[in-house]
């Protein structure tokens, strides 16, 4: 498997995104960034996200976004045993969250005013949606004490002087300010 990253690590998109990213944060440096769009392809996106360049979380691979207007799908194969690795619960609510998923996540995000703005609209496992009462459940024991911003409805900072971040038709537009 390390052997596909690195080479879809040498594909013309995976090189695209990484001067793209590294385009925006040498312009976050400037005391003024230049304000001209810069778009992030879906496939660049995936390309990067398969490729070696970046680390996931143990127990989550496979990940692909797709782009809506303002919609963005992600799909990942998720071990909840590797992601719940040392965090136990006797709740039978959480029984959903183990062993190996495909797992789709719907979200509606947008960025503006430097801020970033996702809400979890649905959460499948194998096709099957997740009653909303269990994925808080699962996000307050297992995610949150690792990343307490994430949440149904969740707000944070943009990095590197992004003001607005547009999803599009398979494309994710950002603007430096």
């Known amino acids: 498997m390390a052997g596909v990253a690195t080479a879809r690590s040498n594909s013309p998109e995976v090189a695209s995104m990484v001067r793209k990213l590294n385009h925006i944060e040498a312009n976050s440096l400037r005391a003024r960034p230049d304000q001209t769009a810069t778009?992030?392809?879906?496939?660049?996106?995936?390309?990067?996200?398969?490729?070696?360049q970046l680390t996931l979380p143990d127990g989550v691979e496979s990940v692909t976004l797709e782009g809506q207007a303002g919609v963005v799908t992600g799909?990942?194969?998720?071990?909840?045993?590797?992601?719940?690795?040392?965090?136990?619960?006797?709740?039978p609510l959480l029984a959903v969250f183990t062993g190996i998923h495909e797992v789709e996540v719907i979200t509606h995000a947008h960025g503006i005013g430097h801020k970033g703005y996702v809400h979890v609209d649905s959460v499948s496992l194998d096709g099957i949606e997740v009653p909303r009462?269990?994925?808080?459940?699962?996000?307050?024991?297992?995610?949150?004490?690792?990343?307490?911003?994430?949440?149904?409805?969740?707000?944070?900072?943009?990095?590197?002087?992004?003001?607005?971040?547009?999803?599009?038709?398979?494309?994710?537009?950002?603007?430096?300010?």
């Open 39 to 52: 778009v992030l392809s879906e496939q660049e996106i995936n390309a990067y996200l398969a490729s070696d």
């Open 75 to 91: 799909r990942a194969r998720v071990d909840f045993d590797r992601v719940r690795a040392g965090i136990h619960s006797s709740n």
């Open 133 to 177: 009462f269990a994925l808080e459940l699962f996000l307050e024991k297992y995610i949150q004490p690792r990343v307490p911003q994430a949440g149904m409805d969740s707000v944070f900072d943009l990095p590197d002087k992004i003001d607005v971040a547009i999803v599009g038709q398979h494309s994710l537009t950002v603007t430096q300010k």
